[in-house]
């Protein structure tokens, strides 16, 4: 049974760039969290999606958007990259957004 | 949403108990309590989760008092392997995941 993936789990980008990162749900699962952690600091969440739709979102930036598609994976967008999007971000699912996260790895983005 | 507060760091010795204790004196009347374990560069991972008395599983339990304004993890006879940082989390109407809000959490280290 797999579990939760990400991918890429490392890239680099520079200032003003845009990135999309991906995420496949463990199986059975159709609510995908987003959630942004930097070096030394608890997870902080972007937002949720369920049937497709961005159901809850934390204090975040236009420039964080996200997609979730008919299989439940997800990706999360963001554009115009600064320094301080530097971090690890972290996909986790769950059923029906109710009971126990289950996270990725993440993917560690460097913005330079 | 209630914030929690829980120490920054506490140090134990291979097979003792380790009990960390969280203060969310703000929790509201449908709000659980959930505990997460990370390791450097993993995603957090579920340890337990309660909402009033007592919850036990198999690696930990989890106390909480009548007036639910504080809990405790309880970590039996802890290995080097348990080294890692621990989130404690309030909310989740009816255990749900959306919005969920991760502070700094513990970093727990085990000496042999």
Request: proline letters at 5%; aromatic letters at 12%; hydrophobic letters at 30%.
């Amino acid at each position: 049974d797999a579990g939760v993936t990400q991918s890429p789990t490392h890239l680099i980008k520079t200032r003003g760039q845009q990135v999309t990162l991906r995420c496949s749900p463990k199986s059975g699962h159709d609510t995908v969290s987003w959630y942004q952690q930097a070096l030394g600091q608890g997870p902080q969440f972007i937002f949720q999606y369920y049937e497709e739709e961005e159901r809850q979102r934390g204090n975040f930036p236009d420039r964080f958007s996200g997609h979730q598609f008919p299989n439940y994976s997800s990706e999360l967008n963001v554009n115009a990259l600064l320094l301080g999007d530097s971090a690890l971000y972290l996909c986790a699912s769950s059923f029906r957004g109710t009971g126990e996260l289950f996270f990725g790895e993440g993917s560690r983005l460097t913005v330079l | 949403l209630a914030k929690t507060t829980q120490p920054i760091s506490m140090d134990s010795y291979e097979g003792q108990e380790v009990n960390i204790t969280c203060s969310h004196n703000n929790i509201a009347t449908n709000d659980y309590i959930t505990w997460y374990q990370q390791f450097p560069s993993q995603g957090p991972r579920f340890i337990i989760q309660g909402y009033k008395t007592k919850v036990t599983n198999e690696v930990a339990s989890l106390f909480i008092p009548a007036d639910r304004k504080s809990s405790t993890l309880s970590l039996p006879r802890v290995s080097l392997s348990d080294t890692a940082v621990y989130y404690c989390l309030v909310g989740g109407y009816g255990g749900a995941t959306n919005k969920l809000i991760f502070g700094t959490g513990t970093l727990l280290a085990v000496q042999p």
